[in-house]
């Protein structure tokens, strides 16, 4: 049970003491002391914030990446209770088309199904792996349904020919309202292989089939989702801070972008500051984060100027090289630990941005004071991410990206860190692929249960209670050496397979 305070004095660190001794520290670098368990880790409760006035079921947030975050994966995160925040490296339509795409369903996917005219003749690649197209009289989502053509009907033909000579005919269609179970009840009472989704002004929006409701049940059960005042997914959206982006934090708000990300490298610049003043008072309506930061300087000036939540991390993602190329940053631990001190007193939730790769490292930065964590490589590659799997030394990967790398740089994620109007632009990210995860639909809730044993483990069952357990200096901490982190992972075996569940 519980020691005497002359024992707990002398057994591990209070956070206030471990972090004030000049020492940069990574997750990696601390552990925390185990407490009293009284509750089950089922009881333990994730439910916070991503920014002041908006509730999130679980704390993960999706990166603003262009590897990571589009539609597919802001409707899967906002199913699952989290968020996503849609990248800004591409022009402002697209972007606010990629944010008004996931909010116009309740569905936990996106399948991203092609659409043709009767008369266009498409060949089996322009089905683009799809079982299924929707045929509508201008081939695109705004126009009337006139059927559904099915991938193997064409190609048994020898020659493309025009869908209208082999499109079947539309069935009854599901309202883009429906939530999962809502849509899977509806095809079973329908007797459907499939059924096209159409919103309420007659969009088509979506199909979803009898096989997509089987792959989704074999999931974790879906949790409470995240939806705003309007009951929509709640979807983030990022931007700049140059003055063109003024335009597109517009086209983000008319999307119904629930909360912008001002994405930046370093926040604190009379560029972040201007847009916050800006963007708050265009927009009060809409939750306004800013960042990067990684200091109590840089975050009271972003708190002074209005920001409803800070993003803290600076060089500390796997893909990020601007400490080895800036020599500025800080480890993630005492970033998140220092800004999150300072911020709590202003109401303002702060996401941890960077250096997650277990869910180790979850608990320790919501421990450390932050409200969410933000991952980038730990989503990249699933299904939900953008682009297409390849095969590479016998492994099946998709490629991931830092905005700071070159080939990010070249489609304008160079003004993130204030180098698009150099001459000669220089990397702070590279170029890399990851392992196949599968789909965030069956990683996460996995993923989210370590988390609640790891807070159990602490005595927290609730993330407001690790907090306040950090701020009564009840939370112990240390600081592990080498040979502590060694004999913390996998060691002494001559072979093993890791299986997180």
Avoid: W
């Avoid at 999307?255 to 930046?264: C, F, K, L, Q, T």
């Avoid at 009271?300 to 190329?325: F, H, K, P, W, Y």
Wanted: glycine content about 10%; proline content about 4%.
């Amino acid at each position: 049970m519980a020691s005497s305070s002359t024992d707990l004095a002398d057994d591990g660190f209070a956070a206030p003491r471990l972090f004030s001794q000049g020492v940069s520290y990574t997750y990696d670098d601390v552990i925390f002391l185990p407490g009293y368990i009284g509750f089950p880790a089922d009881a333990v409760d994730l439910s916070t914030r991503l920014s002041r006035r908006i509730p999130l079921s679980i704390p993960c947030v999706a990166s603003p990446m262009d590897t990571v975050s589009e539609a597919a994966m802001a409707a899967a995160m906002a199913s699952l209770g989290a968020a996503a925040v849609v990248h800004c490296n591409t022009d402002p339509h697209a972007q606010a088309a990629i944010v008004r795409a996931a909010k116009s369903r309740r569905l936990p996917f996106v399948s991203s199904v092609p659409f043709f005219s009767p008369s266009s003749a498409p060949t089996l690649n322009d089905f683009a792996g799809t079982e299924y197209a929707l045929v509508t009289e201008r081939g695109d989502s705004l126009s009337r349904l006139v059927g559904v053509a099915v991938a193997a009907d064409a190609a048994s033909r020898e020659v493309p020919v025009s869908v209208s000579e082999y499109m079947r005919p539309t069935p009854r269609s599901a309202s883009a309202a429906f939530d999962f179970e809502e849509a899977a009840t509806f095809l079973a009472d329908e007797g459907l292989d499939y059924a096209p989704l159409v919103s309420d002004d007659g969009e088509v929006v979506d199909l979803i089939t009898a096989k997509d409701v089987e792959r989704i049940r074999s999931y974790p059960k879906l949790g409470k989702p995240s939806l705003g005042a309007n009951g929509k997914f709640v979807v983030a959206a990022s931007i700049g801070t140059r003055e063109d982006d003024k335009g597109r934090l517009e086209q983000l708000v008319k999307a119904g972008a629930n909360a912008i990300v001002i994405d930046s490298s370093q926040g604190n610049s009379i560029y972040q500051l201007d847009m916050i003043k800006f963007a708050k008072k265009m927009y009060p309506e809409v939750d306004l984060i800013g960042g990067n930061v990684v200091t109590i300087a840089q975050a009271q000036n972003l708190i002074q100027a209005g920001v409803d939540g800070l993003r803290v991390g600076m060089g500390s993602g796997s893909i990020c090289t601007t400490q080895e190329v800036c020599a500025v940053g800080r480890g993630q631990a005492t970033a998140v630990y220092k800004v999150s001190s300072y911020a709590k007193d202003h109401n303002v939730p702060v996401i941890a941005d960077g250096g997650i790769s277990n869910s180790g490292h979850i608990v320790k930065a919501l421990s450390l004071g932050a409200s969410t964590v933000m991952m980038g490589s730990f989503l990249a590659g699933s299904h939900e991410a953008p682009g297409t799997y390849e095969y590479k030394d016998g492994r099946r990967v998709k490629k991931y990206r830092g905005m700071g790398s070159l080939e990010a740089m070249t489609k304008g994620s160079d003004a993130r860190y204030l180098g698009d109007t150099l001459k000669l632009k220089v990397a702070q990210g590279v170029v890399g692929a990851v392992a196949d995860k599968g789909s965030v639909l069956r990683f996460i809730p996995y993923t989210m249960q370590a988390v609640k044993q790891g807070l159990q483990d602490l005595g927290a069952d609730s993330l407001q209670s690790a907090h306040d357990l950090l701020r009564s200096e009840t939370l112990r901490l240390e600081v592990r050496t080498g040979a502590a982190q060694a004999e913390g992972g996998i060691h002494g075996l001559v072979s093993y397979e890791k299986k997180a569940f």
